[in-house]
DNA sequence: TTCGGGTTTGCATAATTATCCATAATATAT
DNA sequence: ATATATTATGGATAATTATGCAAACCCGAA
């Protein structure tokens, strides 16, 4: 049964470094639900499984990296509306938020951009980014305002 | 030249749903950057970008899940490695930890997630966190979980 | 300059994953 | 129960991604 079978999946990546469907199949043929790789593929799909590389350079699956309360997705729609103001000058890009957020819009600043982002620093209801370069500014300017439009 | 051309893929990847190393190739092509899928290959791989699949049944390459400077990184590896299980019921998290590291970890754990949290008791293997409830809870949880996998 | 070591790249190909199509299994309605 | 629709699966193959290897490139030292 398919919803079994997922559920040991789950299990299966859990508790191993599973690096490839084959690796996966010879795992759930072990645990008694044979499977051929198209439909491990399928499963996959449907359990929004991801293969990434880890910390050492080997590949495992792992559960839905954008998946409610995830990293990825703690810059919510909340967070997002708080923002009132957006603008930047040189290297450094200015956050206006509601009055209290500027610390949490600011953690999920960091935790979107992080890779341009060299630091920054959050007040009660102002965020001052400071980006590698004024490139770097106007990407992170533009998105941010692109994100206000979307959510 | 590979520099260059990984941060424009970095650029590319923010800025629109690239599903496939062809599709990147294209966009790299048009920003003056050419190159073969064996070296986009290589790169991904360097970026340690992950391919997801999004809500909609689409795939699209991101950001690695842990990215430098993010802000699970401040819990880094060697305490997250110390975490030996982790399960919630109702509005309260268990997190279990080799000998003697429960107070570090707690400390990186509040760190995070601070306004979901209440407060936390660390024994000498255990933690006790009493977060806001049931969906924080699991949400904290699920993260946490997610840093083991990629660790 | 020329040499030697390292890095980066492309080509060819291997390895891996996704999908088309046909069939089997399962559920639903009559 | 039988017919019909819906879903699940496997085989074959297409599509995508990773990698061995050799050539090109890039330094700095002699």
Request: hydrophobic content about 40%.
């Amino acid at each position: 049964m398919k919803n079994r079978r997922q559920d040991k999946i789950l299990e299966l990546i859990d508790q191993y470094d599973i690096e490839t469907q084959d690796n996966l199949i010879e795992r759930l043929q072990a645990a008694g639900y044979p499977a051929t790789q198209a439909t491990i593929s399928r499963d996959i799909r449907e359990l929004k499984l991801s293969k990434v590389m880890t910390g050492h350079g080997t590949y495992k699956y792992i559960r839905p990296p954008m998946a409610e309360g995830s990293v990825n997705n703690r810059f919510n729609a909340a967070l997002v509306d708080s923002i009132t103001r957006v603008d930047c000058a040189g290297n450094i890009v200015v956050v206006k938020t509601a009055a209290g957020m500027a610390n949490a819009v600011a953690t999920g600043i960091d935790s979107i951009y992080s890779s341009d982002i060299l630091g920054s620093v959050a007040g009660d209801d102002t965020i001052i980014v400071v980006v590698r370069d004024a490139e770097a500014a106007e990407k992170t300017c533009e998105n941010l305002k692109m994100m206000i439009q979307l959510m």
